[in-house]
């Protein structure tokens, strides 16, 4: 069963580009998470999805920042326009449901992006 | 709203030795569970040790246990006879149990040198 695979592991943009993120949730689970990881800081919560469902987008920027789970494909995490201070690893994380209720996550090897 | 503090920004120990990463959390529910990460330079997140906090027993993995004191929110990290490849960043995490979803909460983080 492989594990939560994101792509691509390094993303170079400049200011003003589109950056796209993309990650495939582990087989038979429909939860995704999105975390952001600034240079010499922990992971903080951006948002969370289930097939087609944004849950909870409390941790994602108001603009420019938008995320997606479709019915078929992976989830996308979508910075438009981005500035250097979106420079980041972005982690991406998988859970599935066990006994009614959200089980562990699993972390994929994350995505950095470096904004020029 | 949940936060987690880890005091300790840098931390050293000599090889075959023991050390003890600190953790303490702030929140007001009674149902979560608790979690320590490890992210070597890969940047892979590893989930090391996991701990629920219904149960009183201290969990431990091989050379990995927590002293988990539930009434002073603190959860601590021993790592016991430190190999080289102990050194990585360490995050203390948190995750409600009592929601119908949830976000990790992560800590600043710690990071371990061993030292040959």
């Known amino acids: 069963n492989a594990g939560v695979m994101q792509n691509p592991r390094h993303l170079v943009r400049r200011r003003g580009q589109e950056a796209r993120l993309r990650c495939s949730p582990m087989?038979?689970?429909?939860?995704v998470y999105w975390y952001r990881q600034l240079p010499e800081e922990g992971l903080k919560f951006m948002v969370y999805?289930?097939?087609?469902?944004?849950?909870?987008e409390s941790g994602m920027p108001k603009e420019r920042f938008s995320a997606e789970f479709p019915k078929e494909g992976p989830s996308i995490l979508r910075i438009q326009q981005v500035v250097r201070g979106d420079s980041a690893a972005y982690f991406c994380?998988?859970?599935?449901?066990?006994?009614?209720?959200?089980?562990?996550?699993?972390f994929g090897p994350g995505t950095r992006l470096t904004v020029l | 709203a949940q936060t987690v503090t880890q005091s300790q920004p840098e931390m050293s120990v000599q090889e075959a030795e023991t050390v003890t990463l600190s953790c303490t959390y702030d929140?007001?529910?009674?149902?979560?569970?608790l979690f320590w990460y490890k992210q070597p330079p890969s940047r892979q997140m590893i989930l090391v040790i996991r701990?629920?906090?219904?149960?009183?027993q201290n969990a431990t993995e091989n050379r990995f246990s927590v002293n988990f004191q539930k009434a002073a929110k603190s959860f601590s990290l021993k790592i016991s006879d430190s190999q080289l490849g102990d050194a990585a960043m360490y995050f203390c995490?948190?995750?409600?149990?009592?929601?119908?979803?949830?976000?990790?909460?992560f800590g600043p983080g710690t990071s371990l040198s061993v030292i040959p």
């Open positions: 999805l289930q097939k087609e469902n944004i849950i909870d």
């Open positions: 929140t007001s529910e009674s149902d979560y569970y």
């Open positions: 087989k038979g689970h429909s939860h």
């Open positions: 701990q629920e906090a219904y149960k009183q």
């Open positions: 995490a948190y995750r409600s149990a009592e929601t119908s979803y949830d976000k990790v909460i």
């Open positions: 994380a998988s859970s599935p449901i066990r006994d009614g209720a959200l089980d562990e996550q699993f």
